[in-house]
């Protein structure tokens, strides 16, 4: 018995080698033929393909080599000052590298740098992404225009620049807020105030949160303008407020934006020179409360001491600089680890 193929309403249908044809092709999704895979690996060895191609490799690999040629110089320089240093390097409280015995030790500035970025990094990065979120989704089109110009301008001022206002401005009207926490949370003892110049950790806490603020607000900002328009419709049409908006939506997609911004921010904070040497009142101490003068960080006190070291003090100081660029591997390394483990809410995924 055979059995009919014919559409009833079109009877030709079945016969006609066209629709055969096409019932026999094969899919889309169906992987390229070696014929299409030859033509595309000859697409992808062009001469302008692989100069490009050149071009990106070598990158990579001169600038790995400068990385390596950096720790090197550095890791050498390094073991001569840390061979002929009489005390212990890492919890030395003193700095005296061209004494006859010489002792230097790192914890001052291990405890100054990390206690300022952690400062600035808390008053910047709550400020920085309210300023973005509000450029991004509240402002309107002229003032966000106007406000991210200001922003990206503040970025181009001279760390030098920043040093005189805050040495000249910034710390003369600091004298008031250091009374009021002093009267109400100087029994911590953190935030005890016995008197004198405000030229202490908590100044340059304060400094370095202006510096990176514009660069985490710009990174952030352009990170909010990516997240997807349509969850943002559908989270609208659900009866969502802006706000329920941004933290269902905008927020978790630019999450690993805000923590590389943050980290971009980090990295000024933890290196920079002249603004912390203009503001801080140095000296080699730890003191308890963060409003008393004294203190320093790694490249504040390189920069200060550089200039009249010695051979043997310069080398002492290109020790303390190997703390910080290992600090600074291991930051930026975390801040990888972080991203990574939070890729499956990253705008990638989105």
Same mark, same amino acid.
């Given at each position: 018995?055979?059995?009919?193929?014919?559409?009833?309403?079109?009877?030709?249908?079945?016969?006609?080698?066209?629709?055969?044809?096409?019932?026999?092709?094969?899919?889309?999704?169906?992987?390229?033929?070696?014929?299409?895979?030859?033509?595309?690996?000859?697409?992808?060895?062009?001469?302008?393909?692989?100069?490009?191609?050149?071009?990106?490799?070598?990158?990579?690999?001169?600038?790995?080599?400068?990385?390596?040629?950096?720790?090197?110089?550095?890791?050498?320089?390094?073991?001569?000052?840390?061979?002929?240093?009489?005390?212990?390097?890492?919890?030395?409280?003193?700095?005296?590298?061209?004494?006859?015995?010489?002792?230097?030790?790192?914890?001052?500035?291990?405890?100054?740098?990390?206690?300022?970025?952690?400062?600035? #990094?808390?008053?910047? @990065?709550? =400020?920085?992404?309210?300023?973005?979120?509000?450029?991004?989704?509240?402002?309107?089109?002229?003032?966000?225009?106007?406000?991210?110009?200001?922003?990206?301008?503040?970025?181009?001022?001279?760390?030098?620049?920043?040093?005189?206002?805050?040495?000249?401005?910034?710390?003369?009207?600091?004298?008031?807020?250091?009374?009021?926490?002093?009267?109400?949370?100087?029994?911590?003892?953190?935030?005890?105030?016995?008197?004198?110049?405000?030229?202490?950790?908590?100044?340059?806490?304060?400094?370095?949160?202006?510096?990176?603020?514009?660069?985490?607000?710009? @990174?952030?900002?352009? =990170?909010?303008?990516?997240?997807?328009?349509?969850?943002?419709?559908?989270?609208?049409?659900?009866?969502?407020?802006?706000?329920?908006?941004?933290?269902?939506?905008?927020?978790?997609?630019?999450?690993?934006?805000?923590?590389?911004?943050? #980290?971009?921010?980090?990295?000024?904070?933890?290196?920079?020179?002249?603004?912390?040497?203009? =503001?801080?009142?140095?000296?080699?101490?730890?003191?308890?409360?963060?409003?008393?003068?004294?203190?320093?960080?790694?490249?504040?006190?390189?920069?200060?001491?550089?200039?009249?070291?010695?051979? #043997?003090?310069?080398?002492?100081?290109?020790?303390?600089?190997? @703390?910080?660029?290992?600090?600074?591997?291991? =930051?930026?390394?975390?801040?990888? #680890?972080?991203?990574?483990?939070?890729?499956?809410?990253?705008?990638?995924?989105?």
């Amino acid at each position: 018995m055979e059995i009919s193929t014919k559409n009833p309403d079109n009877p030709d249908n079945a016969d006609n080698p066209e629709n055969l044809a096409s019932l026999e092709a094969p899919s889309r999704l169906s992987p390229p033929s070696g014929a299409e895979q030859k033509r595309a690996a000859r697409g992808a060895t062009r001469p302008g393909d692989r100069i490009f191609l050149g071009l990106s490799r070598g990158s990579g690999i001169f600038l790995l080599a400068i990385m390596a040629a950096i720790a090197i110089f550095l890791t050498y320089r390094s073991v001569l000052a840390i061979s002929k240093d009489e005390s212990n390097f890492l919890t030395t409280l003193e700095w005296n590298p061209t004494a006859a015995e010489p002792s230097f030790g790192i914890a001052v500035l291990v405890y100054g740098t990390v206690v300022s970025s952690i400062i600035a #990094m808390v008053i910047a @990065v709550p =400020v920085a992404v309210g300023v973005a979120l509000f450029i991004t989704h509240y402002a309107p089109r002229r003032l966000g225009g106007a406000l991210s110009y200001v922003i990206d301008l503040l970025a181009a001022v001279p760390s030098i620049v920043y040093g005189l206002w805050g040495a000249l401005v910034l710390a003369p009207h600091l004298i008031g807020l250091y009374g009021w926490l002093d009267d109400y949370f100087g029994w911590t003892g953190i935030l005890d105030w016995q008197g004198g110049a405000p030229r202490s950790l908590f100044t340059v806490g304060i400094l370095l949160a202006i510096m990176i603020l514009p660069i985490i607000t710009s @990174v952030s900002r352009e =990170v909010f303008r990516q997240a997807p328009q349509m969850h943002q419709e559908a989270a609208l049409a659900l009866g969502a407020t802006r706000w329920e908006v941004i933290r269902m939506s905008v927020l978790p997609f630019g999450r690993s934006g805000v923590i590389s911004a943050s #980290m971009l921010g980090l990295g000024r904070a933890l290196g920079e020179t002249m603004a912390v040497a203009t =503001v801080l009142s140095s000296s080699f101490e730890i003191k308890a409360s963060l409003l008393d003068p004294g203190g320093g960080t790694f490249a504040q006190n390189i920069a200060s001491k550089f200039s009249e070291a010695s051979e #043997m003090g310069r080398d002492a100081l290109i020790a303390s600089g190997l @703390v910080l660029f290992v600090i600074t591997l291991l =930051v930026n390394g975390a801040a990888r #680890m972080i991203i990574a483990r939070r890729a499956e809410y990253s705008g990638a995924n989105a």
